[in-house]
């Protein structure tokens, strides 16, 4: 008997377009729903300028304008009696958040985390991160931490962090980070106050402005 026959197994081609961020919108999330990797997207010559202007490929802006490459059609030769299985690599993403109240970490606490509905459970580190693996498409991630004498729970909209130059993006950090601020996505008094807060904490000049070394050790403190 001859061997099984071989068929070519063909992921069709796709245009290239682009898309405009939505609140919300990450390269990681693009990159799953286009089926590319996200730095294929990233380092795309077509995304050349706005990786000038963001530091952060999943931290981007609403109204950002993304190019989204062209696929190339694909084809697999396969043996027709066997089931065959194709995975992209660069999947999951991870979500990677300091865990913090007043400037100082929560450091080495368990916690519950629920994202999407799915339950887990882990520990900061030494210096108050959580990591956890996370679909691409992950919209919420609720974080329990279960304190000695509290719980405190956590809310995160994935792929909702505004760039840290724009004021949004630095009230978010803030309250992450254990500030009581709002995100009004505007320079106010409440927002002002923490900064000023957190500028103190930090040996900074406590102005109550986002200047280059407030937004410096605000991505350090926070983290991705």
Known sequence: MSNPACRPATQPAREAFTHTID????????????????DTIWQDDGNA??????????????????HIPAIRAEQHDGDTEKRHRFRRKGVPAKLKVRMMALGEPHADVPYQIKIDGTLGEGQTDGDGYLEEWIAPTAQVAEVTLQLPEREERYVFQLGHQDPIDQPSGVQQRLRNLGFEVEVTERLDDQTRDALTLFQQMNDLDPTGEIDDATKSKLDELHGT
């Open 23 to 38: 609140q919300g919108d990450c390269i990681s999330k693009l990159a799953e729903k286009h089926g590319h990797f996200p």
């Open 49 to 66: 300028d706005l990786r000038r202007e963001r530091d952060d490929m999943n931290i981007l802006l609403p109204g950002d304008e993304i």
